[in-house]
């Protein structure tokens, strides 16, 4: 298993960018899939984007395609997403997962990093 941290949430402005990073411990990350979910208040968790262990392939939900940029760095063993052109909507805790598979499930993920804030303001 590998131990996950996530961080660069924050505030930011509708139409902002901002980056987050999830730091992974062990030397087994490079064989994992990783993803990025987020739950905001009342609402189920929610995939936003996986990558498979090359970074070759990528899937985004719909939600997100064309703003939110998920990649990985095996080297430094952290995967990132980008997000752009911020929407309220997008307002959640952000979480990064491991998975021995890609997948879109969250039943896939069984490590789970503790979660980093995004709040976009209107």
């Known amino acids: 298993q590998v131990q996950l941290v996530e961080s660069g949430g924050g505030l930011v402005q509708a139409g902002g960018s901002l980056r987050l990073s999830c730091a992974a411990s062990?030397?087994?990350?490079?064989?994992?899939?990783m993803g990025w979910f987020r739950q905001a208040p009342g609402k189920e968790r929610e995939l936003v984007a996986t990558?498979?262990?090359?970074?070759?392939?990528?899937y985004y939900a719909d939600s997100v395609k064309g703003r939110f940029t998920i990649s990985r760095d095996n080297a430094k063993g952290t995967v990132y997403l980008q997000m752009n052109s911020l929407k309220p909507e997008d307002t959640a805790v952000y979480y990064c997962?491991?998975?021995?598979?890609?997948?879109?499930?969250?039943?896939?993920?069984?490590?789970w990093g503790q979660g980093t804030q995004v709040t976009v303001s209107s």
């Open positions: 997962a491991a998975a021995l598979v890609l997948s879109t499930s969250v039943n896939e993920y069984d490590c």
């Open positions: 062990g030397r087994t990350f490079s064989s994992y899939a």
């Open positions: 990558i498979d262990w090359s970074g070759i392939r990528r």
